[in-house]
């Protein structure tokens, strides 16, 4: 809650105020998010107009989640700038005459000062989620896991499976060359596989 009162009613009137917040909880999404309990910098303008106070500010707060591409734990910074128009209560039949004339969708989304006071989370909660990467990654271009072994690649951008693959052909040529010495001894290779079509 943030109170109005220093600000007055006259307006144009304006202050400024920063305060550090503990996170409302629950702020983020799936893959990433602002730890319940972190910290949430707000920076504040409050402006007096006819019908409210405008507030305009910006948000910060460390995020933590994981690289969707690699799954390591990142953590990161969310900047979120917002502006939000708080009623006044009495203003609320004056809207209310001109939502008659028929944007009942516009009335539903006015918030209203309580007394001097006002309810910022609503609008931080949602200020902070559309600023939230959709797809953190670790790194720009981070080259996710291994599909073979799951490794992840930013540790080890030249991972193979070399050797995997060398052990499977040296088996296979090994092979190869057993029959190969075989037929040897018969004949050459062309006229064996005539001989398997005969
Ligand atoms: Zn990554
Ligand atoms: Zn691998």
């Known amino acids: 809650m943030f109170d109005t009162r220093e600000l007055g009613r006259r307006p144009g009137a304006m202050k400024r105020l920063s305060r550090e917040v503990e996170s ?4 983020g999404i799936e893959v990433i998010g602002v730890p319940d309990g972190a910290t949430v910098k707000l ?10 106070v405008l507030v305009t500010g910006t948000a910060r707060a460390p995020l933590a989640g994981e690289c969707v591409r690699c799954l390591e734990p990142l953590q990161q910074e969310v900047e979120a700038e917002f502006q939000e128009m708080f009623s006044y209560p009495d203003a609320d039949d004056r ?9 009942d969708a516009e009335e539903e989304d006015t ?32 080259p996710g896991l291994c599909p073979e072994c799951g490794a992840r690649l930013a540790d080890d951008p030249d991972h193979r499976h070399e050797e995997a693959v060398d052990i499977r052909w040296a ?18 290779r062309a006229d064996g596989d005539d001989s398997q079509e005969k």
């Open 24 to 27: 409302p909880g629950n702020l």
């Open 43 to 52: 920076d504040l303008r409050m402006e007096s107009v006819m019908e409210g």
């Open 95 to 103: 809207s209310r005459h001109s939502a008659d004339t028929g944007d």
């Open 111 to 142: 918030l209203f000062l309580e007394g001097d006071l006002f309810d910022l989370e609503p609008v931080l909660r949602d200020a902070v989620v559309l600023a939230l990467p959709l797809q953190p990654v670790c790194q720009d271009g981070c």
């Open 171 to 188: 088996a296979l040529q090994e092979l190869a060359g057993t029959i190969g010495d075989g037929e040897k001894d018969n004949a050459p």
